[in-house]
């Protein structure tokens, strides 16, 4: 489980398609985003997840800053944001 | 006494004896069962759930702060962090991914300690809790102090790993563990309450285990 990096809990954005078509009803994972902090572009299924956690963080490849954050409780799903060029999700 | 769902090892606790056994040493069964909060399973691992890559600040570069509300804000180097006063912890903690962990042991600095080193502002109410990486956790001022919290740099007598939040963290038990902020440098004290990464985006703002506060609206 343990790499040198230490980040041993990151996957990628095509790990959280499913999530990601549900809220979104469309497959996402080739939209374009791009980050808020450093402008590096990547499709959404190539951004840094972070899955094991209260949510789901999806992190710029090149900066690691916040670009999606997604949290489902029982009752609904709250997604925020924050990358450029990608769509907000619709209201869920 | 029923089984909690899916569990089996662990019963769920008889809400008449239940809180009276809390802290005390009790062989496993119905007493340690009592100190499972609602909804919770017990675990002998210590999981690591992470949001973010995992900081890794030099100790050199290390300070802890206390800044916002007080008259004059406080700051230590790792070095001096080290010389304030430090006590042993045993506390039971709950994860809102449904984990509790019984008897972790801990050492570190109260937080009283630390507040001890400034002036409060008579505003001052909530505090801010940041860290490496840029994450945030909100507390009410009252629920951090008297004995409620700590910055712990020691595991299980060890140092704290980096992946449960080393060198530092806070660990604020009665509240659930996103409460306890991993690789933490310092607390903002203000005067409003200011939700946090995860307290902005569907999790309840307080998040007591024994009354369940999960989400946002609980
Ligand atoms: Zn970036």
């Not at chain 2, 662990?10 to 609602?38: K, L, N, T, W, Y």
């Not at chain 2, 740099?153 to 409460?179: C, M, Q, S, T």
């Given at each position: 489980?343990?790499?040198?990096?230490?980040?041993?809990l990151?996957?990628?954005?095509?790990?959280?398609?499913?999530?990601?078509?549900?809220?979104?009803?469309?497959?996402?994972?080739?939209?374009?985003?791009?980050?808020?902090?450093c402008?590096?572009?990547?499709?959404?299924?190539?951004?840094?997840?972070y899955?094991?956690?209260?949510?789901?963080?999806?992190?710029?490849?090149?900066?690691?800053?916040?670009?999606?954050?997604?949290v489902?409780?029982?009752?609904?799903?709250?997604?925020?944001?924050?990358?450029?060029?990608?769509?907000?999700?619709?209201?869920? | 006494?029923?089984?909690a769902?899916?569990?089996?090892?662990?019963?769920?606790?008889?809400?008449?004896?239940?809180?009276?056994?809390?802290?005390?040493?009790?062989?496993?069964?119905?007493?340690?069962?009592?100190?499972?909060?609602?909804?919770?399973?017990?675990?002998?691992?210590?999981?690591?759930?992470?949001?973010?890559?995992?900081?890794?600040?030099?100790?050199?570069?290390?300070?802890?702060?206390?800044?916002?509300?007080?008259?004059?804000?406080?700051?230590?180097?790792?070095?001096?962090?080290?010389?304030?006063?430090?006590?042993?912890?045993?506390?039971?903690?709950?994860?809102?991914?449904?984990?509790?962990?019984?008897?972790?042991?801990?050492?570190?600095?109260?937080?009283?300690?630390?507040?001890?080193?400034?002036?409060?502002?008579?505003?001052?109410?909530?505090?801010?809790?940041?860290?490496?990486?840029?994450?945030?956790t909100?507390?009410?001022?009252?629920?951090?102090?008297?004995?409620?919290?700590?910055?712990?740099?020691?595991?299980?007598?060890?140092?704290?790993?980096?992946?449960?939040?080393?060198?530092?963290?806070?660990?604020?038990?009665?509240?659930?563990?996103?409460?306890?902020?991993?690789?933490?440098?310092?607390?903002?004290?203000?005067?409003r309450?200011?939700?946090?990464?995860?307290?902005?985006?569907?999790?309840?703002?307080?998040?007591?285990?024994?009354?369940?506060?999960?989400?946002?609206?609980?």
């Amino acid at each position: 489980m343990t790499e040198a990096k230490g980040d041993d809990l990151v996957l990628d954005g095509n790990a959280v398609a499913g999530t990601l078509a549900e809220i979104y009803g469309d497959d996402m994972t080739t939209v374009l985003a791009e980050c808020a902090n450093c402008g590096k572009v990547d499709h959404v299924g190539g951004l840094l997840a972070y899955v094991r956690a209260p949510g789901i963080v999806l992190r710029c490849t090149a900066c690691q800053t916040v670009m999606v954050r997604i949290v489902q409780t029982p009752n609904r799903t709250f997604v925020d944001v924050r990358a450029k060029r990608m769509p907000a999700a619709p209201r869920t | 006494m029923m089984l909690a769902r899916g569990l089996g090892f662990c019963s769920v606790p008889d809400p008449f004896v239940a809180r009276g056994f809390v802290g005390r040493r009790e062989p496993a069964g119905s007493a340690q069962a009592g100190r499972i909060p609602p909804g919770q399973h017990l675990v002998k691992d210590f999981p690591v759930l992470s949001a973010g890559p995992t900081p890794r600040t030099p100790l050199q570069k290390w300070s802890f702060r206390i800044e916002g509300l007080v008259k004059e804000p406080a700051s230590w180097s790792w070095t001096d962090f080290l010389k304030l006063p430090a006590q042993d912890f045993v506390k039971d903690i709950s994860c809102v991914t449904k984990w509790t962990k019984l008897d972790t042991r801990w050492r570190g600095v109260s937080v009283d300690v630390l507040l001890e080193q400034v002036e409060l502002d008579r505003r001052a109410a909530f505090v801010t809790a940041f860290s490496d990486g840029g994450y945030t956790t909100n507390v009410p001022l009252p629920e951090l102090i008297n004995g409620q919290s700590f910055v712990a740099y020691e595991y299980d007598g060890k140092p704290l790993a980096p992946e449960h939040g080393g060198p530092a963290r806070l660990v604020v038990p009665h509240l659930y563990f996103w409460k306890s902020a991993k690789w933490v440098r310092g607390l903002r004290v203000m005067e409003r309450d200011e939700p946090g990464f995860w307290e902005s985006l569907g999790y309840n703002n307080h998040g007591d285990p024994w009354k369940e506060e999960r989400y946002t609206g609980d």
